[in-house]
């Protein structure tokens, strides 16, 4: 009973305002997120389950596919070491510029993807500023691989260094110094201390990294040049495929991308959930 | 740095294995001709097989004209581009000296394998009885266009509006604007290409017509069936001639000019021009035309040369930062 009023009292929104706040909440939830997402599935499998297959296998999608792979394999490891290089630095040590340094890791938040690709349009394009020194070289890196990649890591750059730098202040260093003290190299100290602390955390940007990496739209795009089988990812090929009515077949590549969310999702629960464990 | 310069050199590395084996061509294109090249690429890879025993593997790229136009100036190397209008194989040119100014003088017809025009694509039953370009500035007419500035075949629509209004007011150049200003009082959405605004109107069902190249018309109405849009000939429009051409630097650069040149001549034979009429383009040779006369009703077509002066005149004037369109539509 005195549970009861005490709730009463601390919540002072009556009964009927927080059902119907709730149930907008749900409502929304379910017509902007559930049903998007069902609409695609449903799309998707709407031909049958051979239609679908033949759409993730065809030529051009299965280059995507690599491709977008590949760009994964490479952007991630690179920011994974640059997010543990940078949130390292900024949680251990205090020095001029920190501020700065944290402000610089997050703009890839604040631009927009399309300003992102067309940043490495003007530095690496044929007309930019290293555009004829490249060419002489025979180097190409707009509409080609490697523009793609640094546009990734462009857009990227912030998931994993975001993560850890707010997990490793609230540990602070006093473990490592203990380490130190007793010995230990800078590499042990690493491996046996820091690591462990950080692992779920780290790995919990290194999902959002791989999540965004796959997914990246804009940026991608400008610096692609759409080669149809050479320098189109998964989500441009989806928009190759609805833009030449083939719904079904857009909707099918589209399905691989929100199995990655959904992966994605659960992924994030359990790393939340096992961070929390651990700091508890 | 090394890091990533070494990450960056494999990934080279790696596209140039790809690249080994049968010989490519990258062909950057405008939107519709999607399903054309398709077609294309492969007989021409069949013939070339048999003429040459190489194997040629042909890429695609597509995208709004002048955007794809641009893409090449920036540094995608092309070895040939067939995009919707010469004004922008001219732009990649003039920016990037990468083919020379006479360009078009180097295949027959103005390097123009094949022409389309610009027609309606109307609702089942044309409930709003659209029959000509005068019927498009009616009050409560919803048409749909994509942008003149980035695509190609919004700048021909434009041009045949305007090239309709100077032929039935004297050549009135004031009466020709307001016509025009009127047309695009009635446009709610401009999409960036052809494709995008075939979308807008037969997906999201946006508007009552659509001014769309002839071929994307017909292919609109294969995808989405005859029992809901219909074909309007105007009685006039403008003859749209989109320009081919190989990309000099780039295709000497891959050793690949002999072929480039061959594909498009190609273009030109009569298994190429049969390809582009049963695509829905107008095929230049007059065999193909007969066969496929029935695909392509008459009407009276207007050349931009005899019209505007040409491509480059009439970019300045309507196209270019605070040209006509610019005043027509801020003026919405």
């Given at each position: 009973m005195i549970t009861t009023s005490r709730t009463r009292v601390l919540r002072a929104e009556p009964t009927w305002l927080r059902r119907s706040l709730i149930g907008l909440a749900l409502g929304l939830t379910l017509l902007f997120i559930v049903l998007p997402l069902a609409a695609v599935f449903i799309q998707a499998f709407d031909k049958g389950w051979q239609v679908w297959q033949a759409a993730v296998t065809e030529e051009n999608a299965r280059s995507a596919i690599m491709l977008s792979l590949m760009v994964t394999g490479i952007s991630v490891p690179l920011n994974l070491f640059f997010g543990l290089t940078a949130a390292w630095t900024i949680a251990r040590f205090q020095f001029k510029g920190r501020n700065l340094l944290l402000t610089l890791i997050d703009i890839p938040f604040g631009v927009s993807p399309v300003v992102?690709?067309?940043?490495?349009?003007?530095?690496?394009?044929?007309?930019?500023?290293?555009?004829?020194?490249?060419?002489?070289?025979?180097?190409?890196?707009?509409?080609a691989v490697p523009g793609i990649v640094?546009?990734?890591?462009?857009?990227?750059?912030?998931?994993?260094?975001?993560?850890?730098?707010?997990?490793?202040?609230?540990?602070?260093?006093?473990?490592?110094?203990?380490?130190?003290?007793?010995?230990?190299?800078?590499?042990?100290?690493?491996?046996?201390?820091?690591?462990?602390?950080?692992?779920?955390?780290?790995?919990?940007?290194?999902?959002?990294?791989?999540?965004?990496?796959?997914?990246?739209?804009?940026?991608?795009?400008?610096?692609?040049?759409?080669?149809?089988?050479?320098?189109n990812t998964i989500p441009l090929h989806v928009e190759i495929l609805y833009n030449e009515y083939n719904y079904t077949a857009a909707f099918a590549v589209a399905s691989l991308l929100s199995v990655v969310a959904v992966v994605t999702l659960a992924l994030k629960k359990f790393l939340e959930w096992k961070t929390r464990e651990d700091n508890g | 740095m090394k890091r990533i310069l070494s990450v960056m050199l494999s990934s080279l590395l790696a596209s140039a294995l790809f690249a080994a084996g049968p010989v490519k061509l990258l062909n950057v294109s405008y939107d519709p001709t999607r399903e054309l090249y398709q077609d294309f690429n492969a007989a021409f890879a069949r013939y070339w097989k048999g003429k040459t025993g190489v194997d040629v593997t042909v890429n695609q790229s597509h995208g709004g004209s002048g955007k794809q136009a641009r893409s090449v100036i920036d540094g995608l190397q092309a070895d040939i581009v067939t995009l919707a209008l010469s004004y922008d194989i001219d732009a990649i040119s003039e920016k990037a000296k990468l083919l020379p100014a006479n360009w078009q003088t180097r295949l027959p017809n103005n390097s123009t394998p094949y022409t389309s025009t610009i027609i309606?694509?109307?609702?089942?039953?044309?409930?709003?009885?659209?029959?000509?370009?005068?019927?498009?500035?009616?009050?409560?007419?919803?048409?749909?266009?994509?942008?003149?500035?980035?695509?190609?075949?919004?700048?021909?629509?434009?041009?045949?509006?305007?090239?309709?209004?100077?032929?039935?007011?004297?050549?009135?150049?004031?009466?020709?604007?307001?016509?025009?200003?009127?047309?695009?009082?009635?446009?709610?959405?401009?999409?960036?290409g052809a494709r995008g605004s075939t979308t807008t109107f037969a997906q999201r069902g946006i508007g009552d017509v659509l001014l769309s190249w002839e071929n994307e018309a017909h292919l609109g109405l294969k995808e989405f069936g005859a029992d809901k849009f219909e074909i309007v000939y105007p009685t006039e429009s403008i003859l749209a001639e989109p320009p081919v051409a190989v990309v000099d630097k780039y295709a000497a650069k891959h050793g690949t000019t002999e072929v480039a040149k061959a594909y498009l001549d190609y273009l030109y034979t009569d298994e190429g021009q049969e390809i582009a009429a049963r695509n829905y383009y107008r095929p230049r040779n007059e065999k193909a035309a007969a066969k496929y006369a029935s695909s392509f009703p008459k009407l009276t077509l207007f050349t931009i040369d005899q019209v505007f002066g040409g491509w480059q005149k009439a970019q300045k004037k309507h196209f270019d930062d605070g040209g006509v369109f610019d005043q027509i539509y801020q003026a919405k």
């Open positions: 992102s690709g067309l940043i490495f349009v003007l530095v690496f394009g044929a007309q930019g500023w290293f555009g004829a020194w490249l060419a002489d070289r025979d180097v190409q890196i707009i509409f640094l546009a990734t890591v462009f857009v990227t750059f912030p998931f994993v260094a975001r993560e850890l730098i707010p997990l490793m202040q609230s540990q602070g260093s006093d473990e490592e110094e203990a380490a130190i003290v007793l010995g230990a190299t800078a590499w042990q100290m690493f491996r046996r201390v820091t690591l462990p602390n950080i692992k779920w955390g780290l790995l919990y940007g290194v999902v959002l990294c791989t999540a965004r990496a796959l997914g990246e739209f804009g940026a991608v795009s400008v610096v692609s040049g759409h080669i149809r089988g050479a320098t | 309606f694509l109307v609702r089942k039953g044309n409930p709003k009885q659209i029959k000509d370009w005068n019927d498009l500035v009616r009050p409560g007419v919803g048409v749909i266009t994509p942008n003149p500035k980035t695509s190609g075949g919004a700048r021909w629509s434009y041009l045949a509006a305007w090239g309709y209004a100077l032929r039935h007011n004297n050549n009135d150049e004031a009466k020709s604007k307001d016509f025009v200003t009127r047309l695009f009082k009635n446009v709610p959405v401009l999409d960036s």
